[in-house]
């Protein structure tokens, strides 16, 4: 199982990759964390009770566009047929503007209570393992500093 660490302003969040489910939504992620592309991102979309959502240039300090429009230039497709596709507490999904739009933003749910109908139509591809209370303190605004990703453990 691979893992990585999201480092914020507010702490650090580990995350357990779902490799099998999700194999090249998580490759996407990996890829792009090992790119230094998250570095620097905001959470641009917090709404409390439901997500955090960050993974958009369009967020970098400078950058032109309104933050929550951008991607890495590409677009993959969803993979909603895994056992792990329910988006409970701590759960990473890829944000999309349509099926199979996803790119470089992402989201992690706050709990299960109004997520339920983003089951199988956002794909659902790791967990926060350790440092849930980060996903509570995050505010729009606050910066990704590093996404460090460490293969299988």
């Known amino acids: 199982m691979s893992t990585a660490e999201i480092h914020t302003q507010k702490g650090v969040m580990k995350v357990e990759f779902y490799d099998q489910d999700a194999p090249n939504t998580v490759k996407n992620f990996k890829d792009l964390a090992q790119q ?3 570095n620097g991102l905001t959470f641009h979309r917090v709404l409390p009770d439901f997500v955090i ?5 369009n967020s970098r300090e400078g950058a032109k566009g ?10 993959i497709d969803c993979e909603l047929t895994g056992g792990n ?7 990473l999904s890829m944000a999309h503007a349509g099926r199979n739009t ?4 992402f989201f992690i749910c706050h709990s299960r209570r109004n997520t339920a109908h983003l089951d199988r ?3 659902c591809f790791g967990k926060v393992v350790e440092g849930l209370e980060v996903i509570d303190q995050i505010k ?14």
Request: glycine content about 24%; proline content about 4%.
């Open 36 to 38: 230094g592309f998250y």
């Open 53 to 57: 959502q960050g993974g958009c240039p």
């Open 66 to 75: 309104m933050a929550g429009t951008g991607g890495p230039g590409y677009k």
């Open 85 to 91: 596709q329910f988006h409970d507490r701590g759960v």
């Open 102 to 105: 996803g790119g470089s933003q």
């Open 121 to 123: 139509n956002h794909t």
């Open 140 to 153: 729009a605004g606050d910066r990704i500093e590093k996404i460090v990703v460490n293969e299988a453990e």
